[in-house]
């Protein structure tokens, strides 16, 4: 994910202007931006089967899924951010001249051992904090398993899924994700183990 920080402070116009033309991408935090970590061919695999999952589903419907090349812009209450997940859902897209987007519904992102700390912790907090968020998934990239923060009406709660037979419904954008396609053609590392059952705690 984001490693070394170019020189700072950097606009959001000059960081921005920079992504158009740079060679590798970045992620903007409060005026600096830190160089993205290249994936791995199983990071890649599951991100593509989560966005191609979900944009079969989503014809006719107000919500569109974008790729890992789309940035989500995150500003209110907190420094200003621009991450780019590894799937998006948005409930009301920017307009197509626009370089990010502002009102996700659902924010997917494919776990790894040198991003997982910050998935699940400054991003996880970052992007919880958007009003319009009603869900943000992360997978793991090492066996079929996955963690929803889903929101409800007392705040955020954790869903865990694991095995391929798992399905995670997502009503907020009209859809549902079985494991078995968001990890279809992955080969993992080991062979899987026994998986917890679904369940769900609230934050």
């Not at 409930?91 to 991003?115: C, I, K, Y």
């Not at 319009?132 to 990239?141: A, D």
Request: charged letters at 20%; a negative charge.
């Amino acid at each position: 994910m984001s490693t070394a920080p170019q020189k700072l402070p950097l606009t959001a116009a000059e960081y921005l202007a920079g992504e158009l033309v740079a060679q590798q991408k970045h992620e903007y935090v409060d005026g600096t931006a830190y160089a993205m970590s290249g994936a791995s061919v199983r990071h890649n695999r599951i991100a593509t089967n989560v966005t191609g999952t979900l944009h079969a589903q989503l014809p006719g419907q107000p919500c569109q899924v974008f790729n890992s090349d789309m940035k989500i812009r995150i500003r209110p209450n907190q420094p200003l951010r621009f991450y780019y997940p590894d799937a998006s859902v948005v409930g009301r897209p920017n307009p197509d001249a626009d370089l990010f987007q502002d009102h996700p519904v659902l924010v997917v992102e494919v776990l790894s051992e040198s991003t997982r700390r910050f998935d699940e912790l400054e991003k996880h907090a970052a992007y919880l904090g958007m009003p319009s968020l009603q869900g943000y998934l992360l997978l793991e990239q090492d066996r079929p398993a996955a963690v929803l923060y889903r929101r409800g009406p007392d705040g955020f709660v954790r869903e865990d899924y694991a095995g391929p037979e798992a399905t995670i419904d997502l009503p907020e954008i009209g859809c549902q994700l079985h494991l078995a396609d968001a990890y279809a053609n992955v080969t993992f590392p080991t062979t899987p183990g026994e998986y917890p059952t679904t369940g769900e705690e609230s934050l």
